[in-house]
């Protein structure tokens, strides 16, 4: 099982960012994605998560960032728009099939990826 995310990088504030998790060694139809991201001295913070037909996101994000699959290209994007400066940090993607109450709890997942950095200027 492996789950690589890139994407990341140096936006300005406004603008726009897409996050990819590449996923082998099992199919996406059987488990969900959630991205979750990590900045200095912060908690990590589940963002959003996709299982099945259904998609969830944390109010900090609700309205800006889209989450979606192609089971095709075993991938999971995170479309970010309207980029903050507090929505820099680390951002990772990770496996798991927490019950819906639960998708923002990252002890509900035992597979992740390295993350990739996002940087958003002010």
């Known amino acids: 099982v492996q789950l690589q995310a890139s994407g990341g990088g140096l936006v300005q504030a406004g603008g726009s960012l897409r996050l990819s998790c590449a996923v082998s060694g099992f199919r996406l139809v059987d488990y969900g994605i959630g991205w979750f991201r990590q900045a200095p001295g912060k908690e990590r913070e589940g963002i959003s998560y996709?299982?099945?037909?259904?998609?969830y996101y944390a109010g900090s994000v609700k309205g800006r960032f889209t989450i979606s699959r192609d089971n095709a290209k075993n991938t999971v994007y995170l479309q970010m728009n309207s980029l903050k400066p507090e929505d820099t940090a680390i951002y990772y993607c990770?496996?798991?099939?927490?019950?819906?109450?639960?998708?923002?709890?990252?002890?509900?997942?035992?597979?992740w990826g390295q993350g990739t950095q996002v940087t958003v200027s002010s």
């Open positions: 996709i299982r099945g037909g259904s998609t």
């Open positions: 990770a496996r798991g099939r927490p019950v819906a109450s639960a998708w923002s709890m990252g002890s509900m997942y035992a597979y």
